[in-house]
């Protein structure tokens, strides 16, 4: 079993950056990928972007170029990077394994990009 716990999210001006932190307790050994997904206002949570056990990394290409996924492994931490961010960009984004495990779905946290 695996607890995901996400911070760092805001509100923030179109054009800005934020940092967002996930850190994983439990047994993350076998896990092969990371993913950060992101649920905007009335539409469903949809995979913003992926890093796999050995560092490779895919995006939605509604981010790629601006949004960067990395891993700690010492401290089980997974990072989101989010430059020239849009009102587009507005949602709560949660982390979780890639393919997702339904009980795996932390809080998220919330980004608000105002135009």
């Known amino acids: 079993q695996v607890q995901f716990v996400e911070s760092g999210g805001g509100l923030v001006q179109a054009g800005g950056s934020l940092r967002l932190s996930c850190v994983a307790f439990?047994?993350?050994?076998?896990?092969?990928?990371f993913g950060w997904y992101r649920q905007a206002p009335g539409k469903q949570r949809e995979l913003v972007a992926v890093?796999?056990?050995?560092?490779?990394?895919n995006y939605d290409d509604s981010v790629k170029g601006r949004f960067t996924i990395t891993r700690d492994y010492l401290k089980s931490t997974v990072y989101l990077q989010m430059n020239s961010l849009k009102p587009e960009d507005t949602g709560v984004y949660y982390c979780?394994?890639?393919?997702?495990?339904?009980?795996?779905w932390g809080q998220g946290t919330q980004v608000t990009v105002s135009s």
């Open positions: 890093i796999s056990r050995g560092g490779s990394t």
């Open positions: 979780n394994v890639h393919p997702v495990r339904d009980d795996y």
């Open positions: 439990g047994s993350t050994s076998n896990i092969i990928a």
